[in-house]
């Protein structure tokens, strides 16, 4: 029964690492929570075998003021992973078998577009609208008004669709029009071996609030413009990250009497 409950503790103890190491994955805390897991293994449990063998309790007493004391420390040190960490178990995949997914229909559709789209080295330019009107441009375009579709995104940019060459746009949860023109920017600090589609992407945030996707036909690779400066390459889960952002807090653009 001894046995049981030690390898019980065991498991529970291990359980609790990695979940934290989930957690902390890619952030400047993972390092930290290695070595204090390297210095707990090495330190507190041979220094507490020891003092225990040795009789020396007031050391032992100390030892386990100080580590209960880290251990709060640590969730202070911690605050922001930890905040993420939770914010994505809420998210996580266990949680939405009983509640269903929670990321909104328009960003599963376009994660899902912009994902063939880059594993296809298909090149595309998608503009998301945001406070301020992209009017001008849905107007100069080819009106859709459509559903947001991840298989429609995928088949206006296909290379042989009348569609494909410029941007479409997303205005209030609908593809509001293709085949949209931005004007390049005029910025001299840009990489010259952006193409023209990465320098139309910057051009539309010199002048708006707009968030510009674009996948390079070239190597597949994402980027994400958006207040004149652009992110590349971005991997899925980070352009998740910033589509639930804009959604989450509330993306429904402006209102125009009679827009398109």
Same mark, same amino acid.
């Given at each position: 029964?001894?046995?049981?409950?030690?390898?019980?503790?065991?498991?529970?103890?291990?359980?609790?690492?990695?979940?934290?190491?989930?957690?902390?994955?890619?952030?400047?805390? /993972?390092?930290?929570?290695?070595?204090?897991?390297?210095?707990?293994?090495?330190?507190?449990?041979?220094?507490?075998?020891?003092?225990?063998?040795?009789?020396?309790?007031?050391? /032992?007493?100390?030892?386990?003021?100080?580590?209960?004391?880290?251990?709060?420390?640590?969730?202070?040190?911690?605050?922001? /992973?930890?905040?993420?960490?939770?914010?994505?178990?809420? =998210?996580?995949?266990?949680?939405?078998?009983?509640?269903?997914?929670?990321?909104?229909?328009?960003? *599963?559709?376009?994660?899902?577009?912009?994902?063939?789209?880059?594993?296809?080295?298909?090149?595309?330019?998608?503009?998301?609208?945001?406070?301020?009107?992209?009017?001008?441009?849905?107007?100069?375009?080819?009106?859709?008004?459509?559903?947001?579709?991840?298989?429609?995104?995928?088949?206006?940019?296909?290379?042989?669709?009348?569609?494909?060459?410029?941007?479409?746009?997303? *205005? *209030?949860?609908?593809?509001?029009?293709?085949?949209?023109?931005?004007?390049?920017?005029? =910025?001299?600090?840009?990489?010259?071996?952006?193409?023209?589609?990465?320098?139309?992407? $910057?051009?539309?945030?010199?002048?708006?609030?707009?968030?510009?996707?674009?996948?390079?036909?070239?190597?597949? =690779?994402?980027?994400?413009?958006?207040?004149?400066? $652009?992110?590349?390459?971005?991997?899925? /889960?980070?352009?998740?990250? *910033?589509?639930?952002?804009?959604?989450?807090?509330?993306?429904?653009?402006?209102?125009?009497?009679?827009?398109?």
């Amino acid at each position: 029964m001894e046995y049981a409950r030690n390898a019980l503790e065991i498991f529970l103890i291990f359980l609790l690492l990695y979940t934290l190491f989930r957690f902390l994955r890619g952030t400047r805390g /993972e390092g930290i929570i290695k070595g204090f897991t390297i210095f707990f293994l090495l330190f507190f449990l041979f220094g507490f075998a020891l003092t225990r063998r040795l009789g020396l309790y007031r050391i /032992e007493y100390l030892l386990l003021q100080f580590f209960a004391t880290s251990f709060f420390a640590l969730i202070i040190v911690f605050q922001p /992973e930890l905040r993420n960490g939770l914010i994505r178990l809420g =998210k996580s995949r266990l949680l939405t078998v009983f509640g269903g997914s929670r990321d909104p229909a328009p960003v *599963r559709e376009i994660l899902a577009a912009v994902e063939e789209l880059s594993r296809s080295k298909i090149g595309a330019l998608i503009a998301i609208e945001r406070e301020i009107s992209l009017r001008a441009y849905i107007e100069r375009g080819v009106a859709l008004d459509a559903k947001i579709d991840g298989n429609l995104i995928r088949s206006i940019f296909w290379p042989a669709s009348p569609l494909h060459d410029g941007a479409i746009i997303i *205005r *209030r949860n609908r593809v509001a029009a293709a085949m949209c023109l931005f004007p390049l920017t005029e =910025k001299e600090d840009v990489d010259k071996a952006l193409g023209t589609r990465h320098r139309a992407a $910057i051009g539309l945030t010199d002048e708006t609030d707009a968030v510009a996707i674009a996948v390079s036909e070239e190597t597949g =690779k994402v980027s994400i413009a958006e207040r004149s400066q $652009i992110r590349r390459p971005v991997d899925i /889960e980070e352009l998740k990250r *910033r589509l639930l952002e804009i959604y989450e807090t509330g993306m429904e653009g402006p209102t125009h009497a009679g827009s398109a």
